[in-house]
């Protein structure tokens, strides 16, 4: 199941959007839970108390708190959610990547722009849901979702597998680690480093950047080929 929020001070485009996404989810046999706001903080209110959200339509042109101010406050919550901006201007464009927004969708273009938006974000989505990696010993049983998982590094003997909040070693190898992953957005970018690509924004300078502004370095016998597994992936995916 998706979980969707739609916040919008506009009580005809909350149903219109809800409708849309109807439309999107018959056609493709989607489940979905879809939870409605007519004010930003309440909806930032929920998520503090612990609601979770896979995607976020969001208004920027809002009273009180505009999406804007809201959109920062919902990502130190949920930093996987994909937040997608619905406004009439655009001037708000250039702001909304710096915000690491997933998608930009004007009021004036809603149908086609909005369901492009939902197809992309459903394939997303369902790439960070469900694939965990298990570490088992004698005295350790630990879950980690691949999702969370930035990259994947050898440290001596061990392989350290780096998400946004924690460092778990694992006596394997990091060949090891990576055949037991076998999944295709984790790759090499160093023969001592594996990244997943979901988690990369940019490549400049021979380095990744990646979503939590860390920058790792790519071997320049890497470079070429992690630019065009990227390309590959997402031309795949979206």
């Known amino acids: 199941m998706i979980k969707i929020a739609i916040c919008d001070d506009d009580e005809s485009l909350v149903f219109n959007n809800k409708r849309i996404i109807g439309e999107h989810v018959k056609k493709n046999k989607e489940i979905v839970d879809i939870e409605e706001y007519s004010n930003g903080e309440f909806l930032l209110a929920d998520i503090q108390e612990g609601e979770y959200f896979d995607l976020i339509l969001l208004d920027i042109e809002m009273p009180h708190k505009d999406g804007m101010e809201i959109a920062p406050q919902i990502k130190k919550y949920l930093p996987h959610a994909l937040i997608v901006f619905v ?33 992309d974000a459903f394939k997303y989505i369902k790439l ?20 969370d998982v930035l990259y994947i590094q050898k440290s001596g003997k061990n392989t350290v597998l780096v998400t946004f909040n924690t460092q778990t070693k694992v006596r394997k190898s990091l060949s090891q680690v990576y055949e037991e992953i076998n999944k295709k957005e984790f790759i090499y970018i160093d023969r001592g480093c594996i990244v997943n690509i ?32 990227i390309n590959t992936f997402w031309g795949n995916e979206l």
Do not use: W
């Open 87 to 119: 406004t009439s201007h655009l001037k708000y464009a250039v702001d909304s990547f710096a915000l690491a927004i997933f998608r930009y969708v004007p009021k004036q273009e809603i149908q086609p722009r909005l369901e492009q938006a939902l197809n």
């Open 128 to 147: 960070q849901q469900n694939d965990i990696y298990t570490i088992r010993t004698q005295n350790r049983f630990e879950k980690i979702f691949l999702k």
């Open 198 to 229: 979901i988690h990369i924004m940019q490549v400049k300078n021979g380095e990744v950047v990646l979503k939590n502004k860390e920058t790792l370095p790519i071997s320049r016998s890497h470079i070429q080929s992690t630019k065009e597994l």
